[in-house]
Every structure is written in structure tokens, then in C-alpha cells.
């Protein structure tokens, strides 16, 4: 049965800009599972209501769903135990965890600042006094106001990346050889960035660029075919 997974949506439908979903589309690729996505705004919550939250991704499997991207990928290995592995051992989804944990609070808030403003324009009518009452409340402060200082936020972020940098000067992915949910995690945030802000958030020739060119072509170009906001 084809697994079918709601994927948080543009107002262009074909716009799917969300980066914990992109981690489960690019873990569902690596597994080579197919997989029928759903087009699913802020505001549908009802169609998700049988999960018991609020968010995507949630996958559903037959009679079965899965919330939260990270629970999807250790599901996914569970479940299909004879598809490449997502995590190879233990230890090595231990250290995808240290991956996704400095993501979330170092790099995430960093690309926030960058596609605030922008992302907003291209919400769903429906969505935006959802997402800027939500967003202005986590905040403290407007969306205009919070993505006010977005220059200097880039130049730090661009700081930030020195880890990741340093790591792919010396291997090709952050799974060694072949990514691994680590790379998935680490990507989303950069398809974030490349679906909605008005710039490269990375340099050219930085070596972070060629791991992402990579990603972006993988999987018969899964990811690099979605339409990037530049160029
Ligand atoms: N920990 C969850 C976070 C899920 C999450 O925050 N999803 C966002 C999209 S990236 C969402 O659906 N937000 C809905 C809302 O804010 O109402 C995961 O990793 O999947």
C-alpha cells in the first residue's frame, strides 16, 4: 500500500516549503519508498485531527500514522527493515541526534530570520492571520520587526556553518560515504531557505553549497525540482 504523508503547502501547492517535512521526503527516497503527498495548509487541522496534534509530517502507513519527522525515521527503519537504513547503529543515530538538535536551536532561528517576511507573502490566504498571530506571539514582536535584522543574522549564521563546513571539506556527507538521516535533517533547513528566501543563505564555492547541490540532485533531482524562490 502506498504510503501518504501531509506535507505543509504554499499557497501554490507545488510550493512545499517545510524543513522537517523535507527530511521525511528525502528519508523516504533514501529507502526508495514511494509515497503520494499530500498538499496541507497551517489551518487544515482537522484533516490531521486523527493524529492527536497539530503539525506536519504525519505519515500514514495503512491503518497506522506517524507524527514528528524524527519518530517517522526511526519507524521507517523499523518498519521496513529491508530498505537502506536511516541510522546504521546506535551510535551513529545518537550523533544524527546531536545533528538535529543543533539544527533546531543554532541554525533553524538563523534561516527564520531570513525567510520571515517572504515566506509569509506566499502563505495561503487562509493561513496568514494564523501564521503571523501564532508567529508574532512566539516571537514578541512583528514578523516585519523580527526579520528586520536578517543581514546580520546571515553573516552569523554563515559563522555557524563553520562545523558542517569543516566536516564536509573532509567527507562527503555527515553519514561518511552516504547520507544518512543527519544529512536529511541538516538539508531540510536549507531547502527552508531555498524554497522562500530572497537569497542564498550560503556563498558560492562554500562547500556546504556542493553537499546541498548534491542533495538536490539525488533521488532523480526530488528535492532540486522544487522551484527554488532564487535562481
Ligand atoms: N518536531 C516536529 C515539528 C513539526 C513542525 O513544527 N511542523 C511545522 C511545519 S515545519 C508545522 O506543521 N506547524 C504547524 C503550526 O505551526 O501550526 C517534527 O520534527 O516533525
Keep these: 500500500m502506498t504510503l501518504k504523508m501531509y506535507d505543509l503547502a504554499a499557497a501554490d501547492p ?12 528525502m528519508a523516504l527516497a533514501h529507502k526508495g519508498l514511494d509515497v503520494e503527498t499530500i498538499a496541507w495548509r497551517f489551518t487544515d487541522k482537522e484533516v490531521i485531527s ?14 497506522r500514522w506517524i507524527a514528528d519527522s524524527w519518530s517517522i525515521a526511526e519507524y521507517l527503519d523499523e518498519a521496513r527493515p529491508d530498505t537502506p537504513k536511516l541510522f ?25 530570520k531570513q525567510i520571515i517576511v ?8 487562509k493561513d496568514k492571520s494564523y501564521f503571523r498571530e501564532t508567529r508574532e506571539k512566539a516571537f514578541g514582536m512583528t514578523l516585519e520587526a523580527f526579520g528586520a535584522d536578517a543581514a546580520d543574522a546571515l553573516a552569523t549564521l554563515r559563522k555557524t ?17 552516504a547520507p544518512s538521516f543527519a544529512d536529511y535533517v541538516a538539508f531540510g533547513a536549507f531547502q527552508w531557505a531555498r524554497t522562500s528566501a530572497p537569497h542564498d543563505i550560503l556563498e558560492e ?18 528535492a532540486g525540482n522544487m522551484p527554488a524562490r532564487v535562481a
Excluded at 486523527?50 to 491503518?63: I, M
Excluded at 571539506?169 to 555527515?174: A, E
Design 50 to 63: 486523527f493524529s492527536q496534534q497539530g503539525k506536519t509530517p504525519v505519515l500514514v502507513d495503512g491503518d
Design 88 to 112: 546504521e547503529c546506535a551510535q551513529s543515530k545518537a550523533h544524527a541526534w546531536f545533528v538535529k538538535n543543533w539544527i533546531e536551536t543554532a541554525v533553524n532561528p538563523g534561516v527564520a
Design 118 to 125: 517572504p515566506l509569509f507573502a506566499m502563505l495561503d490566504e
Design 205 to 222: 564555492g562554500d562547500v556546504v553549497a556542493a553537499w546541498r547541490a548534491t542533495l538536490l540532485e539525488m533521488y532523480d533531482g526530488l
Design 14 to 25: 507545488a510550493i512545499r516549503f517545510s524543513p522537517n517535512c523535507w527530511r521525511v521526503r
Design 161 to 177: 556553518l563553520q562545523p558542517l563546513r569543516v566536516t564536509l571539506s573532509t567527507q562527503p556527507f555527515l553519514g561518511g560515504q
